[in-house]
Structures are given as structure tokens and as C-alpha cells.
């Protein structure tokens, strides 16, 4: 269960404070899906990264599971986001030196994960041949097409088996027939891992199929 209450984000800037989000309510069950859409600049991509730990509220509680992510220190936080998280980016965020399987297996390099190396690479090579790249393992990002590179971003976001993904324009960078592939794929690995998924898009079809819309509007002018 995700719950948000009266979630407050402000920046300080040289002679005003900005805010961002103001008294935001949100809460989605264990295991759903939410979209999560809004003019640009309202906040969107703000409330995904307070989300996933990446940025401290001003105010409001935010509670993931039985964590409330604002009492988090920054070590803790990083340690959440590797073992309960699992992200994915507009530009799929692959480092180009490193295969197709070496990116998916990157977020084990952060450390503190129970099960053995060759037990996490057979994960991440059945993972990569559910979304069809089982022939690509040894491939580099830049062998790859656009939609490869975001089924790849699909398959490290769910290495870590996480309780929550959180997805920030995930079609944004694709052509409409690759984007409807990678979300059919995606929801259909959402559904099978029983894993909570939030997608940031400013695609309405895109929200609809995700379901569970959710608009922000942006905080009120101070």
C-alpha cells in the first residue's frame, strides 16, 4: 500500500520560494497500477522522485509498505531504492561499455542483496528472455533499437524483484507502435510479478491503459 497526506514540496530560490505540490493526497493498493498525468511543470516528475526516495518532502507524510520514506536518512534511502524500488527512465539510462546483461545485473553493484551473483544472472537472463532479448545478452546498448533499449530498462527495473516501479514517460522517447509494445509489456510483467506500478505520462491513451488515473494540477501561487 502506498499512501500520500498532505504532501508540501517547496524549493528556495534567490528571492522567492517555489512550491511545487501542495497538501497532495494519494494512495494505491499492494500489486495495482496508477498513471499518473498532469500539465508539464505541475509536478509530476517531482512527486515520482519523492516517491522513490530521490527527494525530500517539505512537508506531509509519505508511507511505501510499512516505511514512511521521510524519516529516511540519505544511507537508508539508498538502500530502500536498491531493495524495494525499481525505476525507469524516458531515456533508458543504459551505460553504453556494458552489455545488454552487465546493465541489467548494475543495480546489484550497490551492495546488500542476500542471494548469491549466479543466482541474480540467471534471474536477469530469464528476465531478459521474457521480454525478448535472450538473444542480446552480449550485445551492447548501441547494437540495440530504441524499443530493445527500453525492454532492457523493463528488465533491470525488475531485477531486484521490487515492490514498486515507478516509470517517468516511459514510451516518451519511442514511436508509437515500439511505446504500445513496451506497455503492453510492461503491464503484462506488472501483473505476473504482482509488483505496484506508477507511470508518469502526459499520453492520456497511454494513462487509460495503465488505469487508475490520477492528475496533478500543480501547487496554487504562493
Excluded: Y
Aim: contains cysteine.
Amino acid at each position: 500500500m502506498i499512501q500520500v497526506r498532505n504532501l508540501c514540496v517547496e524549493f528556495e530560490t534567490p528571492g522567492e520560494t517555489v512550491k511545487v505540490l501542495s497538501d497532495l493526497d494519494f494512495e494505491l493498493a499492494e500489486g495495482k497500477s496508477s498513471a499518473v498525468v498532469g500539465p508539464s511543470g505541475s509536478g509530476k516528475t517531482t512527486f515520482l522522485n519523492i516517491l522513490g526516495a530521490m527527494l525530500p518532502a517539505t512537508s506531509g507524510k509519505v508511507v511505501i509498505g510499512d516505511q514512511d520514506i521521510a524519516q529516511l536518512d540519505e544511507k537508508q534511502a539508498a538502500q530502500f531504492r536498491n531493495r524495494k524500488l525499481g525505476f525507469i527512465f524516458q531515456q533508458h539510462q543504459l551505460l553504453p561499455q556494458l552489455t545488454v546483461l552487465e546493465n541489467v545485473l548494475v543495480p546489484r553493484l550497490a551492495g546488500g542483496w542476500s542471494e548469491s551473483e549466479e543466482d541474480t544472472r540467471q534471474r536477469a537472463e530469464k528476465l531478459l528472455e521474457r521480454v525478448g532479448l535472450g538473444h542480446r545478452l552480449n550485445h551492447r546498448p548501441g547494437e540495440l533499437s530504441g524499443g530493445e533499449k527500453q525492454r532492457t530498462a523493463v528488465a533491470r527495473a525488475l531485477i531486484n524483484q521490487p515492490k514498486l516501479v515507478l516509470a517517468d514517460e516511459p514510451t516518451g522517447a519511442l514511436d508509437g507502435e515500439t511505446g504500445d509494445k513496451v506497455v503492453e509489456l510492461l503491464l503484462e510483467l506488472q501483473k505476473e510479478q504482482g509488483v505496484t506500478l506508477i507511470v508518469v505520462t502526459h499520453d492520456l491513451k497511454l494513462a487509460e491503459r495503465v488505469g487508475n488515473i490520477f492528475e496533478i494540477l500543480g501547487a496554487p501561487a504562493l
